[in-house]
């Protein structure tokens, strides 16, 4: 695992206008988010993927935002509240040593994990405790940046999700990015 942490400046860049010319958030979640969801979103940076999320899960649903960074909360903060968002988000500091997901125990429909995983300390550590918090039939995309992140260490975190009991169910096209698709399966 990678562990360096990308810069908070860096989240005005991968929240720029311009990002939509490589991948269109909206059309990357749209398969999985439905009206009414709680989605969690670990390591949103300033919310390229968070704003159109709380669009999709309209104002019944919630997206729980969070991130290691006080400027990248800050950033998202200001963004969501732009654009009329904040009260279907819950943008939050994540603990230094976990995401700190108690009050979340089997109540995410669906998670997204864009980018983030290979900054994390121990990916076997994320999947656990994001697996812990998913719904049973909830869904976890995985998706990471192909340039920064070899195909052997993405499908090293798959097997780490794997132990969490994270079954694969797909892999998806994301442009420049290595996706999976994991299910924790139904009780
Ligand atoms: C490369 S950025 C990706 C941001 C966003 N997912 C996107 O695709 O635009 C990685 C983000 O993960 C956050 N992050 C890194 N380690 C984290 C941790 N242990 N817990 C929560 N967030 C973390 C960083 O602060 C940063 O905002």
Redesign the pocket.
């Known amino acids: 695992m990678g562990h360096r942490?990308?810069p908070w400046w860096?989240?005005y860049v991968?929240?720029s206008p311009l990002r939509r010319l490589l991948q269109d958030p909206a059309a990357v979640v749209k398969p999985y988010v439905r009206e009414g969801m709680t989605v969690l979103?670990?390591?949103?940076?300033m919310g390229?993927?968070t704003l159109e999320m709380a669009r999709q899960v309209g104002a019944s649903g919630r997206v729980v935002a969070?991130?290691?960074?006080p400027r990248?909360i800050a950033g998202l903060k200001r963004r969501l509240a732009k654009a009329g968002l904040l009260e279907r988000a819950d943008a939050r500091l994540?603990p230094s040593d976990s995401?700190g997901l108690q009050d979340l125990r089997g109540k995410v429909d669906f998670a997204l994990a864009?980018?983030?995983v290979h900054?994390?300390?121990s990916s076997s550590r994320f999947f656990a405790e994001v697996a812990q918090a998913m719904k049973p039939g909830a869904t976890l995309l995985l998706a990471e940046p192909s340039g920064h992140v070899k195909k052997e260490a993405f499908e090293t975190e798959v097997q780490d999700a794997a132990v969490a009991g994270l079954e694969v169910t797909g892999r998806p096209a994301i442009r420049r990015s290595q996706a999976a698709l994991l299910k924790k399966p139904a009780n």
């Open positions: 942490v990308c860096l989240g991968l929240a979103e670990p390591g949103p940076g390229f993927f969070i991130d290691i960074q990248m994540a995401l864009m980018a983030v900054e994390m300390p």
